[in-house]
């Protein structure tokens, strides 16, 4: 069974600079979540879009933005990246109205600032 | 904002023991979920407990949600190094349709051999 994909798996970038990663729901799937796990901490929950629309927003840096797409993949964009955004991102999918464990989660996207 | 605290933060148990796995809510759980996550890796659905009481076991694994759904405990029993990971507790943020979840911060398990 197709499951959510993330691009890229690894990604390394210098202080300052900008990163995109993309997330490809579960096909029919029409809700995107992103979150962010640190280093030894819990994911923390970013935002998440419905149907193109942001449909709740969590702690999601003002340099960061996300959109969804009419093919219902999502792309997180990351501006003046810091250090502190050094972390694991997963993307995860589900059905709108889906409990929230029916969440699907993406392998990660490693971020790497140096 | 609802917090889910688990314990202990890292165990260490040798091949063929039990442990016990406790994440405690900061309030009334509409639904708790266990996950288990390998380092640098995606999650891995394990169980999802909804109603006070409940109890649910998949292999060796048992989770139970406490009366007041305030508590889960993650038991397995005969651990194996298969058993060995992160295993994080999660929540739903709220009781609106299309909730996020919330987790706790995880509780690494080594099994030694």
């Known amino acids: 069974a197709a499951g959510v994909i993330q691009s890229p798996r690894h990604l390394i970038k210098e202080k300052r600079e900008t990163a995109t990663l993309k997330c490809y729901p579960i096909?029919?799937?029409?809700?995107v979540y992103w979150y962010q796990q640190g280093p030894g901490q819990d994911p923390q929950f970013l935002i998440s879009f419905y149907e193109k629309m942001q449909s709740d927003k969590g702690s999601i840096p003002d340099r960061f933005s996300a959109q969804q797409f009419s093919d219902y993949h999502s792309e997180l964009n990351m501006s003046s990246l810091e250090l502190g955004d050094s972390a694991l991102y997963f993307c995860a999918s589900s059905l709108w109205g889906d409990l929230a464990y029916e969440q699907y989660f993406g392998p990660g996207t490693r971020l790497t600032v140096t | 904002s609802q917090e889910l605290e688990q314990s202990p933060q890292s165990l260490i148990v040798q091949e063929g023991k039990n442990l016990t796995i406790n994440c405690t809510s900061s309030?009334?759980?509409?639904?708790l979920y266990w996950y288990k996550q390998k380092y640098g890796e995606g999650l891995i659905f394990l169980m999802m407990l909804q109603k006070g009481g409940e109890e649910k076991s998949h292999e060796k694994i048992t989770a139970k949600l406490d009366e007041k759904k305030q508590q889960s405990s993650l038991h397995i029993t005969a651990s194996q190094p298969s058993h060995a990971g992160i295993y994080l507790c999660g929540a739903d943020k709220s009781d609106q349709a299309g909730t996020a979840l919330i987790f706790g911060k995880g509780t690494t398990l080594s099994v030694s051999s």
């Open positions: 309030k009334t759980l509409y639904g």
């Open positions: 096909p029919r799937h029409d809700t």
